[in-house]
């Protein structure tokens, strides 16, 4: 087993207003995992985009209008989100304090595909 310590992960800097730290991914040993801890600052984004494999997404604090395939809607905390393969989605935080959310994937290295048109 290894602990993780987040605070020791960096933030790669996808989006601004957005500390994204990958915890569990292949360059942490993992076979078929990939963890990601996300905090979005109020009114930032993260732009739409599509995975080629499923997500789970639990948004531990806060609250969020969310782009969901076709649909818009709001999520708050204590409340995941389970995407298919390829439906694209992206999330503006509409709270007053960051949003956490915690992401995981069924592999261990995940990519993502920016999608043109209109952001959360």
Request: proline share 7%; with cysteine; charged share 25%.
């Amino acid at each position: 087993m290894t602990l993780i310590h987040h605070r020791d992960q960096k933030d790669d800097g996808s989006y601004p207003g957005v500390k994204r730290l990958v915890i569990v991914d292949g360059e942490h040993g993992a076979k078929s995992l990939m963890m990601v801890v996300l905090s979005v600052e109020p009114g930032a984004v993260i732009p739409t985009h599509t995975h080629p494999v499923e997500e789970a997404m639990t948004i531990v604090d806060g609250e969020a209008e969310v782009v969901d395939g076709n649909e818009r809607r709001h999520v708050k905390s204590e409340q995941t989100l389970h995407c298919l393969a390829g439906v694209r989605h992206g999330f503006r935080n509409t709270g007053d304090k960051p949003l956490k959310l915690v992401c995981a994937f069924p592999t261990a290295k995940v990519t993502r595909d920016l999608v043109d048109g209109p952001q959360p």
